[in-house]
């Protein structure tokens, strides 16, 4: 007799045994619907059988019955069907390793027009990453074209669409579709984007990030201003800057990236700054071609390389910063205070000289940025913008500083991830009320109540320690360990526990206290009670939570 197992149905299913009338050869069974069952049906469908119903002694045809059974792999696991929310590093590994996995049902939603997240987004004048770029690639896909140690945007976006093309991910992507809403019931993901498409999943993988929500600075009459005005993360790209005065509202990394590329090419600039930031001098020299063909010629001449500068960075920076006593932490520190000896005006130096300790808010690497801000034609003001009026922006000691252009360097609302996604578990739970408070999640990647939902660099992550990219793989491999159970048939969903996520968050802010970014700075690494929002131990320990979940931390339901 077949009856609804493991896997439901979406009504009331009829009780089935298989029989040929004629012959009576195929005799009665028993299974429970599964893992296997639908591949049962199928041999007792080869092998001329018939189904009947039990009850009433009719007749069903086998593709009746498969109708209501999950479709399966060939190797006899479920054919799950993937979305995935997000077309950005996470989202093109994770489609990678599904297919590696078997499962071919993955559609990608990207809201952006083109693939690559934030590489896509920010594309202003400067733009790199602060991560070596052996290290920000993907362990699969070494790039032998790096041109230097450190890589710029347009570098990195070249190398997401390189790896998009090897392995044929953008079949998978639908563009300009923004997900705006998911809701379980009880047995699939229904979502529907901002223009009205629907869709199902049995497991949503969600790599939206964090750097997408724009922070927008509440300065008194922005909208009065006469010239340009735009973020950093929608740059102008018609504008020409020749001969123009630009404004440059923060001090963080967009900031200081965009002062040193634009600062020969103005007539004059003003960076306005709140805070002062400490600077990590970056030596960014250039791979030489010897170098390069050596990477082409033996791939593993560069993964060599990338596992020896991931032990580099995990034993040096991404420890230090957990251990705000480290020996570490202190030479970082001394090397961001030589650097800032550089700046030899003694008033200038002063004022960009920083309040805090390095590394307390997100560490800026950056080669040329005290070079340029000594330039004749850059200045520095450290008073505060009392408002922003037609001609320029006017600061609290009554002095209008006149500017054609206004950039603002001001990042972004690091805290909303799948935010202001609707997200509606089977019994109701609300992300919306879950997080009402704040963002929480279990290793930052699921939410109690929200069944297969997992959040790649999702909450209180690793996101100021590792390499994103080290971090997306680590997590994306652990969520499909968890995936590997619901297609073999072992649970049909799974969320962490309330008590395991409380647990882990307890543990998560006894630890945090420990760390650089809890000794007295505002930054956006803290929440709302001065917690930092971030892993708060060694990447070891990251690397061995990540290795096998721990299914006594979930509620699994068949």
Not at 235 to 259: F, H, M, P, Y
Request: charged fraction near 20%.
């Amino acid at each position: 007799m077949l009856t609804a197992g493991t896997t439901g149905w979406s009504k009331a299913p009829p009780n089935f045994f298989g029989r040929n009338a004629a012959s009576g050869s195929c005799g009665d069974y028993s299974v429970t619907l599964g893992h296997g069952s639908t591949l049962w049906v199928k041999q007792l469908a080869t092998r001329g059988c018939r189904l009947t119903d039990c009850r009433t002694g009719a007749w069903a045809t086998v593709p009746d019955v498969l109708a209501h059974m999950p479709d399966l792999l060939s190797d006899g696991r479920r054919d799950l069907r993937f979305v995935v929310i997000g077309a950005g590093v996470s989202g093109i590994l994770a489609v990678i390793r599904l297919r590696e996995r078997g499962f071919q049902n993955v559609t990608v939603y990207e809201k952006a027009s083109r693939l690559g997240g934030t590489w896509h987004d920010n594309r202003y004048p400067g733009v790199a990453c602060d991560v070596p770029s052996v290290l920000y690639s993907y362990s699969f896909a070494p790039n032998p074209e790096w041109s230097r140690r450190f890589s710029s945007g347009a570098e990195i976006q070249a190398y997401l669409e390189k790896v998009a093309t090897d392995f044929d991910v953008e079949q998978s992507i639908v563009y300009d579709e923004e997900v705006i809403q998911a809701i379980h019931d009880g047995h699939r993901w229904h979502l529907r984007t901002d223009s009205g498409r629907d869709d199902e999943a049995d497991v949503i993988l969600a790599a939206t990030g964090i750097f997408h929500h724009l922070f927008m600075p509440a300065l008194d009459g922005l909208g009065d201003f006469s010239g340009d005005v735009f973020h950093t993360a929608s740059w102008n790209e018609s504008l020409s800057l020749d001969g123009r005065r630009v404004g440059i509202v923060g001090t963080g990394s967009s900031a200081v990236q965009t002062v040193g590329a634009i600062v020969d090419e103005v007539d004059a600039l003003v960076l306005f700054q709140r805070t002062a930031q400490w600077v990590l001098p970056q030596n960014n020299n250039v791979y030489t071609d010897e170098e390069k063909a050596a990477f082409r010629s033996d791939p593993a001449i560069q993964i060599r390389l990338h596992d020896e500068v991931s032990e580099l960075f995990a034993e040096g920076f991404a420890n230090a910063v957990v251990d705000a006593e480290s020996p570490a932490l202190a030479k970082i520190a001394q090397m961001c205070h030589e650097n800032l000896l550089t700046v030899t005006d003694p008033d200038l130096r002063a004022r960009l000289t920083p309040d805090h300790r390095a590394a307390c808010k997100r560490l800026v690497v950056a080669e040329g940025f005290y070079d340029a801000i000594q330039r004749p034609n850059a200045s520095l003001v450290s008073e505060g913008i009392a408002r922003i009026e037609t001609g320029g922006v006017r600061t609290v000691d009554g002095v209008l500083h006149e500017i054609d252009v206004l950039v603002l360097a001001t990042g972004f609302q690091v805290d909303q991830f799948l935010r202001p996604m609707e997200v509606v578990g089977p019994t109701g739970v609300k992300l919306s009320e879950a997080w009402a408070e704040r963002p929480i999640a279990y290793l930052s990647m699921a939410v109690p109540g929200l069944p297969n939902l997992f959040m790649v660099n999702g909450p209180n992550g690793p996101v100021g320690n590792f390499s994103l990219i080290e971090v997306a793989e680590l997590q994306v491999e652990y969520s499909l360990q968890l995936v590997d159970y619901i297609a073999a048939g072992d649970f049909r969903l799974v969320a962490p526990s309330v008590e395991a996520t409380e647990s882990h968050e307890e543990a998560r802010i006894q630890a945090a206290g420990k760390t650089v970014w809890a000794t007295g700075c505002k930054s956006w690494y803290l929440d709302d009670r001065g917690v930092p929002m971030a892993w708060p131990w060694s990447f070891r320990e990251f690397q061995r939570r990540m290795s096998t979940p721990d299914l006594d931390s979930y509620v699994l339901t068949n």
